[in-house]
């Protein structure tokens, strides 16, 4: 199991680790090839650490990249993921990384942030779609990539609600510099990890997120699909 040091603030990109397993992707076609394999082979080698400051993609999240330096070589991150609670970081190595090494963690800041921004931006509108209209929708998903983010919601909104309006209250959000809370809740052996943007409904959600509304700057909403056949209303937008 890969202790998630980036539960704990988004805007640490700089930490310590301790390698727990090195894998050379190319020995694996010598096996039975399952999901864990084949993903793993897209990349030359993988990287385990006993904890990661690296956001792992999923929960609609892009990955974190960066890169793991080690005494006698580095690891160019590009892309990490999760495998029954281990998270294994892809990407090409450089020199050498044994078992046990201590190493230095340094996430791309610049990703990082621009993905929190993403994440952050839906929730604000998925709050506030829920204090408006939360008698008539209910989140689906979300998809919070840079290149094409949205949230999806059961129910059909009504036509009165157009994206104008939304991005007017988003922004009105913005501007009233919210603090975006995280917090972690006990259930059983395992921790639930919650966001609420202050002020609205608490959200479960394992994603990386900024402090403040402030920090997200402009969002557009760039498009309300409303789909009545299926129920649903998918809300694009976009985080200057």
Not at 117 to 137: E, L, N, P, T
Not at 183 to 205: H, K, M
Request: glycine share 10%; charged share 20%.
């Amino acid at each position: 199991m890969t202790e998630l040091a980036y539960f704990k603030d988004t805007h640490v990109v700089c930490g310590t680790g301790r390698v727990l397993e090195v894998i050379d992707t190319s020995v694996l076609t010598n096996g039975a090839v399952t999901p864990l394999t084949k993903a793993l082979q897209r990349h030359p080698h993988a990287v385990i650490l006993d904890a990661t400051l690296f956001y792992p993609q999923g929960g609609g999240q892009p990955t974190d990249t960066g890169r793991i330096t080690g005494p006698n070589g580095h690891f160019t991150v590009a892309h990490v993921f999760m495998d029954n609670k281990r998270v294994y970081h892809q990407g090409t190595l450089h020199g050498t990384l044994n078992e046990n090494d201590a190493v230095d963690l340094a996430v791309d800041e610049g990703v990082r942030m621009r993905n929190a921004r993403c994440h952050s931006a839906g929730h604000v509108i998925f709050s506030i779609i829920k204090h408006q209209w939360g008698d008539q929708m209910t989140e689906r998903k979300g998809h919070h990539f840079s290149d094409g983010a949205y949230v999806e919601f059961s129910g059909v909104l009504s036509e009165a609600h157009d994206k104008t309006l939304l991005e007017e209250m988003v922004a009105r959000v913005v501007a009233e510099d919210r603090r975006i809370i995280v917090t972690e809740e006990s259930t059983g052996n395992d921790v639930l990890r919650v966001v609420q943007v202050d002020g609205f409904v608490a959200n479960p959600c394992g994603g990386t997120h900024v402090r403040s509304t402030a920090e997200l700057g402009h969002v557009t909403i760039r498009k309300i699909a409303r789909r009545a056949g299926q129920n649903l209303t998918k809300i694009s937008y976009c985080v200057a």
